[in-house]
């Protein structure tokens, strides 16, 4: 006599072919790894194993950096569309684990966090869904979505990293900035420091020429070393140079090209067509070898240092 194998509940069936389909959705893996490496970091210091590794300054970091990826690896689950910029944090993180805990979690929290940002990055969503017109992150029909949680994790990432920035508001540029000229003018700076960055989205200025579409980046202040701006004029060339300058206050930046190398380390290109700016920036986190096409910048306030004109 046959036995049949018994099959599984109805229900328990139906809860499985949709984690299947939740899961198939968004980097789920790679978020998997960056969250159990931000867990090792955070268990590491809090372990019996205080006796060789003392909660100091390394164990503070740890905790810091442990519990800031294991928010990077929720938001990879719950909001796939910013996965490129929470891998490339996760994966800095990962790697300042190695020098600022205790050796990144005696290697496994960093290898965990550096493989699972690697996954996150390399992922793409499905195209048969894209082509159907369905949204690729979403759930199937018949799912709910966490909608609400999804809300809730850019303001915990913020909370973790102390930004004090304010929320990502995906609006157009703020209405009524001056008219722009008709060709950005090209800056540069061999350090771009922001305190309390964040992507205001994508939007229009006006120019002698029709409107010009921008990036709109807006931040509490910004700190710029060795700050260059080219412009022309017809066949005259003009620029701007200073050691250094400061904006203060309320700051807006229209750009039309923004390039630069993340902590000197990964060098990226944002513009409106291509690479949207990430909508929340860690305050630690700073751009060298910055080139920007810059159609308008407003602030508050501008101090500079050794400011002077030159034409060619």
Known sequence: MLLS???PPLAFSRQRRRLRAW???????GGLLVVLGGAELLLVPLSPLTV???LGLGGIAAIGIGAALVVAGLFLWFLPQARTYVSVHALLLSVLSFLATNLGGFLVGMLLGITGSALAFGWTPLPDAAADG????????GGTGPRALAAVLPVLLAAVLATGAPPARAAAAPQGPPTAPRTPPTVTTSLFAPQGFAFAGVGEVATADGPLKVLVLKMRAASLTDYRLRTR????EYGLAAGSLELRGNVTLYLTKFSGCIEGLLCVTFS???LPAPPVIPPFVFMTR???EQALVTSDVIVTDGLRLEAS
């Not at 899961?23 to 893996?29: D, E, G």
């Not at 004029?233 to 005259?236: F, N, S, Y």
């Open 272 to 274: 409106p067509e291509g």
């Open 233 to 236: 004029d017809g066949r005259e």
């Open 134 to 141: 369905e949204d690729p992150y979403g759930h199937r029909p």
């Open 290 to 292: 910055v080139s920007a």
């Open 52 to 54: 060789l590794v003392s």
């Open 23 to 29: 899961r198939r959705t968004r980097p789920f893996w």
């Open 5 to 7: 194998r018994p099959r």
